[in-house]
């Protein structure tokens, strides 16, 4: 099903921040070694929800176009979370930088759609986005480098 | 997707806010508010007596002297704690006008935004409420203006934003130092009995503010009382027209904004797609049902080519639209208020037909996601072929129905604008600067669009309106609202 209002694109956001911060907290039970950073990670994502939400709540009004404004399909930015007990840490980083990738594409996605919203809408996903792309490569120096 | 959880659990009786009370009715004859999505009654609302209207007006005029003494400061704190209280209950707010109006949840989210924003406007009065001077207008004589507020007014609501428009007034009228009474809408009150809850929470003295519930006869006693300085109102022109007459009888100040007839006028230059998603929110959001809703479409031009795409593409997108109920979040147009609305809206459909328009989206028969029922829903419906002397070109319908004309260009479209009886906003959808220009300054309407297809002006404007959308000199909100609340008493001074 396409999503076509704000408040599915934001229970959307929460949705997939909640997914990708139970992921990273699942990481650090499995793999402590580099745990304080997953936990750091599902902990930014929480704030990520609350700067999203604080944009939307901020500028929500009946001057823009709130329940026509996006042409998303959730399933392009789905992704699975649990961890199987025999994924090795390498996998387990790989399907890291995998949600990323799909978060930093649903983020981008939406703040092209919503161009005609008010600023500050976009500029949250934009942000939120960039903040991912920042977490891409600290994930990348985690992966062990080939022989 | 599931429906947002509801906020009101079961049947609530509602009473007046008296005084800083909460005071129970004796009247006996109450009205029911259901639900419109899920026809569920939501509460029972007291048509109030004669005397608690009246208790009413006394506790506000009891409660002026002293909070017109309270420093403007010191009123504002008030109002910074009811931004804090309403930015707290912002959610639970939403979904309750939701429940009560049947609006989606997007839209109540911008209704509860709205209101909020006329609060943090209030905030600002130390500055806004400052007078002016001039040293020496002769030798040694100082001449300045002091702006004093008035005592209480009263506040008439309408049921197409239960929750925003009493706020268009309340917060420039208390903080410029008034006291205050609403009637809510009996359609809808739920909104501003939880208001009322929150201006109590967040300090405002006993009878500053005050909430009476009821109908024609609770208006007409305050409209006739000379103890209330001003009224508003926002309703229809036929009401309105009463309203402003029996406020000029009792000598009382009057803000009265009424019905509309809206023109969105596309140029053959407009970017479509932006513009189509403008004159969806326009035409069907809130249900069709406010005065700046879109209500004729007029295509300019004479290029049969962009006129056929244009339409097309209007038709297909609107013909996609979810209806529903506002609490499921992929919903994005709720039912009517009620069903005499959505009969209203059939009513006009039928004339429509009659009068040889030609029925190109026929939302008689809803289609519905969810289950539920059809009592107060209607789809969106598109007429084409109207011209300007048609009644659904010239009517206000108050509903999801868009009338589509053709123009043969902009001068021709902005005299049909003119020729209406209304004026209260018109939008332009174009890419072309001169054309802009000449519609904002030719078109006479209180509020003008461009690329806009909601011309809400923000807290800080004022709402405009001409001909027959609004009475009076001064407009609600902004610098006029200051204006309107307060008296300009001018002192000329010298000193032996």
């Keep these: 099903m396409v999503l076509n209002t704000c408040s599915q694109v934001m229970s959307l956001a929460k949705e997939l921040e909640g997914q990708s911060a139970h992921f990273y907290k699942d990481l650090a039970k499995r793999f402590s070694r580099d745990k304080d950073l997953y936990l750091s990670f599902a902990d930014e994502n929480e704030d990520y929800v609350t700067q999203i939400e604080r944009a939307y709540y901020g500028v929500i009004t009946d001057a823009f176009e709130g329940c026509f404004a996006f042409n998303i399909d959730p399933e392009k930015y789905s992704f699975k979370t649990e961890l199987s007990e025999k994924e090795a840490l390498s996998d387990a980083l790989k399907r890291a930088l995998e949600i990323e990738e799909k978060m930093i594409h649903f983020y981008s996605d939406a703040a092209e759609q919503s161009k005609s919203l008010m600023a500050d809408v976009p500029r949250a996903f934009r942000m939120v986005a960039k903040k991912r792309d920042l977490r891409k490569e600290k994930l990348l120096s985690l992966l062990p480098v080939k022989a | ?496």
Excluded at chain 2, 418 to 434: L, P, Q, V
């Design chain 2, 1 to 496: 997707m599931a429906i947002l959880e509801e906020p009101i659990k079961e049947v609530l009786e509602l009473k007046n806010y008296i005084n800083g009370e909460w005071v129970e009715s004796k009247s006996k004859e109450t009205w029911d508010v259901k639900n419109p999505a899920t026809q569920k009654l939501l509460a029972r609302v007291p048509m109030s007596t004669k005397d608690e209207v009246l208790a009413a007006i006394q506790a506000a005029k009891e409660a002026f002297p002293e909070w017109r003494r309270t420093p403007p400061l010191s009123r504002a704190r008030c109002l910074f704690r009811l931004k804090e209280l309403l930015e707290k209950n912002f959610e639970r707010l939403s979904r309750v006008q939701t429940m009560e109006h049947g609006k989606t949840i997007d839209e109540s989210r911008g209704e509860t935004r709205r209101g909020i924003e006329m609060v943090e406007v209030g905030t600002g009065i130390p500055s806004l409420m400052m007078g002016y001077n001039l040293e020496d207008i002769a030798a040694g004589i100082d001449e300045y203006v002091i702006y004093q507020p008035l005592g209480v007014f009263a506040h008439l609501a309408p049921f197409n934003f239960p929750f925003m428009v009493p706020l268009w007034y309340s917060p420039f009228a208390l903080a410029t130092g008034n006291t205050f009474i609403v009637k809510p809408s009996p359609r809808d009150p739920i909104s501003q009995v939880k208001l009322a809850e929150l201006i109590d929470e967040a300090g405002f003295p006993p009878g500053v503010y005050n909430v009476v519930h009821g109908g024609a006869e609770a208006a007409n006693i305050m409209m006739e009382h000379p103890d209330i300085k001003g009224m508003t109102f926002v309703g229809t022109t036929s009401i309105g027209r009463e309203v402003y007459k029996k406020c000029g009888e009792t000598c009382k100040r009057a803000i009265v904004q009424v019905s509309a007839k809206n023109f969105l006028l596309v140029m053959p230059d407009a970017d479509i797609n932006a513009t189509i998603a403008a004159l969806l929110t326009s035409f069907f959001g809130n249900t069709g049902q406010r005065c700046l809703s879109g209500a004729n479409l007029v295509i300019v031009g004479k290029d049969d080519g962009f006129y056929k795409k244009f339409l097309n593409a209007f038709v297909e997108t609107t013909s996609k639209i979810k209806v529903g109920y506002g609490l499921d979040e992929s919903i994005q147009m709720g039912p009517m208020q009620s069903l005499d609305g959505k009969q209203r809206v059939l009513k006009y459909i039928d004339i429509g037909i009659k009068e040889k328009a030609k029925l190109i989206l026929d939302g008689r028969k809803p289609t519905i996601t969810g289950n539920y029922p059809d009592t107060c829903f209607i789809n969106p419906t598109i007429f084409e072929s109207v011209t300007p002397d048609m009644t659904i070109a010239r009517e206000e319908i108050f509903g999801s129905v868009a009338s589509v004309m053709r123009a043969k260009d902009l001068d021709e479209a902005i005299q049909w604008i003119n020729n209406s009886n209304y004026g209260n906003a018109a939008s332009i959808f174009t890419s072309n600067g001169k054309a802009a220009r000449e519609f904002q300054y030719q078109v006479e309407c209180g509020n003008i669009g461009i690329n806009i297809g909601i011309v809400a002006p923000m807290a800080f404007f004022p709402f405009g309106g001409m001909k027959d959308s609004f009475f009076g000199v001064l407009h609600g909100q902004g610098k006029d609202a200051i204006r309107f609340f307060t008296e300009s008493k001018v002192v000329v001074q010298r000193w032996f």
